[in-house]
C-alpha cells in the first residue's frame, strides 16, 4: 500500500521548535520530489519547502525562510522538517506531498499548533 505518514506535531509555545516526518511505505522516496505544504484554518493550503530528488532545495514562501529546513534520508525513506522560531501565524495542519511525473501522493497531516 502507497503510503505517508506524517508525525511530529504538537503544541508550542512562540519560539519553538519542532520536526516533522513524514515517513513512506509502499514506494521509495529516492526518486521523487518530496514537499511539505500546510493549512491554516480557513485558509488555502501554500508550499512550505520543496526538495528535489536529487537533493536540491528549491525557494520556500519568504515567511518561512531562514527558519524551516526540509530534509531528507533516502536510506529511511523518511523526510523532514525542521521548523525553528515558530510564530503562532504557524499554526496549521503541515501535509507531506511526494511528486513525480503525474504521481501525487499525499499523507493525511499533522496539527501544529504555536500559542502561550
Same mark, same amino acid.
Given at each position: 500500500? !502507497?503510503?505517508?505518514?506524517? =508525525?511530529? #506535531?504538537?503544541?508550542?509555545?512562540?519560539?519553538? @521548535?519542532?520536526?516533522?516526518?513524514? +515517513?513512506? %511505505?509502499?514506494?521509495?522516496?529516492?526518486?521523487?520530489?518530496?514537499?511539505?505544504?500546510?493549512?491554516?484554518?480557513?485558509?488555502?493550503?501554500?508550499? !512550505?519547502?520543496?526538495?528535489? =530528488?536529487? #537533493?536540491?532545495?528549491?525557494?520556500?514562501?519568504? @515567511?518561512?525562510?531562514?527558519?524551516? +529546513?526540509? %530534509?531528507?534520508?533516502?536510506?529511511?525513506?523518511?523526510?523532514?522538517?525542521?521548523?525553528?522560531?515558530?510564530?503562532?501565524?504557524?499554526?496549521?495542519?503541515?501535509?507531506?506531498?511526494?511528486?513525480? #511525473?503525474?504521481?501525487?501522493?499525499?499523507?493525511?497531516?499533522?496539527?501544529?499548533?504555536?500559542?502561550?
Amino acid at each position: 500500500q !502507497v503510503q505517508l505518514v506524517e =508525525s511530529g #506535531g504538537g503544541l508550542v509555545q512562540p519560539g519553538g @521548535s519542532l520536526r516533522l516526518s513524514c +515517513t513512506a %511505505s509502499g514506494f521509495r522516496i529516492s526518486t521523487y520530489a518530496m514537499i511539505w505544504y500546510r493549512q491554516a484554518p480557513g485558509k488555502e493550503r501554500e508550499l !512550505v519547502a520543496p526538495r528535489s =530528488s536529487d #537533493g536540491r532545495v528549491t525557494t520556500s514562501a519568504d @515567511s518561512m525562510k531562514g527558519r524551516f +529546513t526540509i %530534509s531528507r534520508d533516502n536510506a529511511k525513506n523518511t523526510v523532514y522538517l525542521q521548523m525553528n522560531s515558530l510564530k503562532p501565524e504557524d499554526t496549521a495542519v503541515y501535509y507531506c506531498n511526494a511528486a513525480r #511525473g503525474l504521481d501525487n501522493i499525499w499523507g493525511q497531516g499533522t496539527q501544529v499548533t504555536v500559542s502561550s
